[in-house]
């Protein structure tokens, strides 16, 4: 099925370890979005790429990074976790110029817990 | 700052019940979207909105876009438990901005 594909969907980290999350989209979309959903504050975007090649901040994006690796693909990295990171996250993907007219596609998330 | 709010934060009814969930803003947007949320799951989207004074029906929803396209609202006529989850709402200020959603209204409808 077409879609938005997030691996892992479940992990856990010790604080101060890292990795990765990684997104996958196949509708051939132009833009990908990286959010993170925590109880009482909604959904909150931490980066996101308008087109391959570009990547900008959002509302909360300290403490992440991102890469665009090509159009299909666009991960999230957490280079030193903290209890704070502790969420939901959710990559999505849409299509420049009609994100508001056509909406996002989102994945399944990852839920990840920092101890 | 919270530049949609929704209203209710929760809402707990009966099978059948009609219900209204509101979405409100001090800025205008170009267009605005529902989405339904299921535990586990990311969003889905319902409708988007983009005229103001807009209406749009997808079954025993109702979609309305308000005329100064700051607010929206969404009707449930005759609510059946598998309308249950969470609602968020979203705008976009311009074709090419990036959403701002709500905090979302949960929705339980008990058989």
């Known amino acids: 099925n077409a879609g938005v594909t997030q691996t892992p969907k479940f992990q856990v980290l010790k604080t101060g370890q890292s990795m990765t999350l990684q997104c996958a989209q196949d509708m051939n979309h132009n833009s990908m979005y990286w959010y993170r959903q925590d109880p009482g504050m909604g959904l909150r975007l931490i980066y996101y790429?308008?087109?391959?090649?570009?990547?900008d901040k959002g509302e909360v994006p300290n403490g992440y990074n991102v890469s665009r690796l090509n159009k299909r693909e666009f991960s999230l990295r957490l280079e030193s976790a903290a209890p704070s990171q502790t969420s939901v996250y959710f990559c999505?993907?849409?299509?420049?110029?009609?994100?508001?007219?056509?909406?996002?596609?989102f994945g399944s998330g990852t839920r990840l817990t920092v101890v | 700052t919270q530049l949609l709010e929704q209203s209710p934060q929760f809402l707990s009814i009966q099978e059948g019940e009609n219900l209204t969930v509101y979405c409100n803003s001090s800025?205008?947007?170009?267009?605005l979207q529902w989405y339904r949320q299921e535990p586990g799951e990311g969003p889905v989207l319902l409708v988007t909105v983009v005229t103001g004074g807009e209406v749009k029906k997808l079954k025993r929803l109702t979609f309305q876009f308000g005329d100064a396209r700051k607010d929206s609202s969404l009707h449930i006529t005759a609510a059946q438990p598998g309308d249950t989850g969470l609602y968020l709402c979203?705008?976009?200020?311009?074709?090419?901005?990036?959403?701002?959603f709500g905090k979302g209204t949960m929705l339980l409808v008990s058989p």
């Open positions: 979203a705008g976009a200020h311009s074709g090419y901005s990036t959403l701002t």
């Open positions: 800025s205008v947007f170009s267009s």
């Open positions: 999505a993907s849409s299509e420049p110029r009609s994100g508001g007219r056509y909406g996002y596609t």
């Open positions: 790429s308008a087109s391959e090649g570009t990547t």
